[in-house]
């Protein structure tokens, strides 16, 4: 039985490489050559410092910081937007270069570059107008032929991480006027391009991902990879003037983070539920709320089935998890905060859908736990216990297995979690972390604890579109990919904010644990940090998946 997937937009391997980098990260460098010399006092005092001392960077050390990301969080292209800089699956503002717009704490727009934007009719010509006043730091000016340089550059890199499949062409109307041309109406377009940064079409070299020029509000002043990155203000920027002048980024594993705030090197130093509790004195904890969430997929197909995504072909469905009952059944009985108690020390919330929160969420994902009511949704659904107390149905058991991506100690202890709490209803779950390579062929015959959420609407089309690249549950509901694609069919984008929430639930038919249940979303993980007593952190849009760079998105803003 062949169940065919039309292509999608988005090469199947991105995830892969995506998820190659994550785990490429290595053991955490000593603390002193992480910092060379860029200590500050814990008093917030000047620092002496030598020649290449980031302490130099202002007679006054309060109008700098000095924050810790992961090792993994190092972009190991460069600071290339034509690549991965500022997009791909862990977006973030690129702080070197302007964007046309940008996103604010409410996931509203405001304009960057852009001064105006619409669209046609149809949806099929987006048409920006851009700033006058806007140079790069090298002087030159940027006009509208440096828009459509970039986002041609981006269609045509085969290395490119931003999603621009939709858009066929960028042409420069006129020195200020760009259009960009869609090949189907799209409108989280507009997401992507609030992390798009503009390079120079005069300046864009071989050697630009390690001396990037842009007209954003730092300029890259020095990276010594494996260890650093050193930002300055931009004098040529066009707007208000960061607070901070200087921004040096130090690379290392957590326990290195932690050790750099304990000893009063830094001023803001990532962390994680394992070491929140320590003791730091002189700094504060700082609990950012995500969307970084955790959830699992439950082939919504019985075995024998193939998925194609791309041009590539997948043994599909499961005989276990394509039972109904049982998937509503998983979604009540599950005790999302006992589950973070237990694996996250209570630094998270729990998950309904992979966008809780966001204008495009829907209250009808949200369930309450009752595990009763679950036993007796899986004997209406013609569940009952075998001789070994497993739950069976037809001669198939309760029985099936949960892959997770190794060595991620957090989904290891969620889906450990998850198979305590349902065998107490009679379904045995079998927990396996197995590496990428292993997992992407079973994507989607198998159950899989996954790490999704985004700043934007992409993961609800995605992972619930028939079409969508992320849908591992193998669910094809005509009803649903209509809702979608009239949601990316707006020319307006808050009026596609209704058209989400009916795909997740019109009333009859969706995606809820009420309705197909095609996935069991357990947990958004708290991103926490350690910052410095006296360090004013702006205040923070929803961080995606992943801890890096999203905290410095306001860097500017920031205040001691």
């Known amino acids: ?40 006092p814990a008093d917030g005092g000047d620092g002496a410092g030598t020649e290449n001392d980031p302490g130099n960077a202002s007679d006054d050390a ?38 046309l717009i940008v996103t604010n704490a409410d996931m509203g727009f405001e304009n ?3 001064t105006d934007y619409f669209a046609s009719d149809d949806g099929l010509v987006w048409t920006f107008t851009i700033r006058e006043d806007a140079v790069f730091s090298d002087g030159e000016p940027l006009t509208a032929a440096d828009v459509a340089f970039t986002v041609n550059g981006i269609i045509a890199s085969p290395a490119a991480e931003a999603d621009l499949s939709m858009v066929d062409e960028a042409v420069a109307t006129g020195d200020y006027t760009v259009e960009l041309h869609l090949n189907r109406p799209f409108n989280i377009l507009l997401y992507t391009l609030a992390n798009v940064g ?22 890259l002043t020095q990276w010594d990879k494996g260890q650093q990155v050193i930002f300055d203000a931009n004098p040529l920027y066009y707007g208000e003037a960061p607070l901070i002048d200087r921004v040096v980024v130090l690379f290392m594993d957590e326990d290195a983070s932690l050790a750099a705030a304990q000893s009063g090197s830094v001023d803001l130093a990532y962390t994680s539920a394992t070491f929140a509790d320590a003791a730091v004195d002189g700094y504060d904890l700082l609990n950012c709320r995500t969307v970084d969430s955790r959830g699992i997929s439950l082939p919504t197909l019985p075995s024998g089935f193939t998925w194609e995504n791309g041009d590539t072909s997948y043994e ?26 237990h694996t996250l020390g209570g630094f998270g919330t729990p998950a309904y859908s992979v966008s809780d929160g966001m204008p495009w969420a829907s209250d009808d994902m949200k369930v309450a736990t009752d595990v009763d009511r679950a036993r007796r949704i899986l004997a209406d659904g013609g ?30 202890a969620l889906a450990a979690d998850f198979a305590e709490q349902m065998a107490a209803l009679g379904i045995e779950v079998n927990v396996r972390g197995v590496s990428w390579d292993d997992l992407e062929p079973q994507s ?36 649903t990919d209509a809702y979608l694609d009239e949601a990316v069919g707006q020319t307006h984008v808050e009026d596609s904010y209704d058209y989400y929430r009916l795909a997740q639930w019109d009333g009859t038919t969706g995606v809820t644990p009420e309705s197909d249940a095609p996935w069991v979303w357990i947990a958004n993980v708290d991103h926490l940090y350690f910052v410095r007593a006296g360090l004013e952190v702006a205040e923070q849009k929803p961080h995606p998946h992943g801890h890096g760079w999203s905290i410095v998105n306001n860097v500017d803003r920031w205040s001691w």
């Not at 700098?64 to 500022?86: H, L, Q």
């Not at 079409?201 to 007209?215: C, Q, R």
């Not at 075998?386 to 100690?409: C, H, I, N, Q």
């Not at 790490?451 to 609407?457: A, I």
């Open 62 to 99: 309060q109008a700098r910081v000095i924050v810790t990301m992961p090792t993994g969080a190092e972009p190991a292209a460069g600071f290339d937007p034509f690549v991965s800089w500022g997009c791909g699956e862990h977006v973030h503002e690129p702080l070197i270069q302007s964007t």
């Open 198 to 219: 503009i390079c120079p079409e005069h300046a864009h070299g071989a050697d630009y991902s390690e001396h990037p020029i842009g007209s954003g509000r730092y300029v």
């Open 112 to 114: 960057d570059l852009a």
């Open 444 to 479: 989607y015959s198998q159950a899989i604890l996954w790490g999704w959420g985004s700043n934007s609407p992409v993961e609800i089309y995605e992972l619930n579109h028939s079409n969508g690249w992320g849908n591992y549950a193998c669910r094809a509901n005509a009803t």
């Open 383 to 412: 569940w009952a216990a075998g001789a070994d107390g497993v739950l069976e149905k037809g001669g198939v058991r309760a029985s099936f297995d949960l892959l997770y991506m190794t060595p991620d100690t957090v989904r290891q």
């Open 1 to 40: 039985m062949t169940r065919p997937m039309p292509t999608t937009s988005s090469p199947v391997l991105t995830r892969r490489s995506l998820a190659k980098l994550a785990l490429a990260g290595g053991g955490a460098l000593a603390l002193g050559g992480m910092l060379s010399g860029c200590s500050q």
């Open 316 to 341: 599909a469905g499961n005989d276990v998890t394509s039972d109904a009952a049982l998937r509503r059944a998983m979604n009540v009985a599950i005790d999302r905060d006992l589950a973070i108690e």
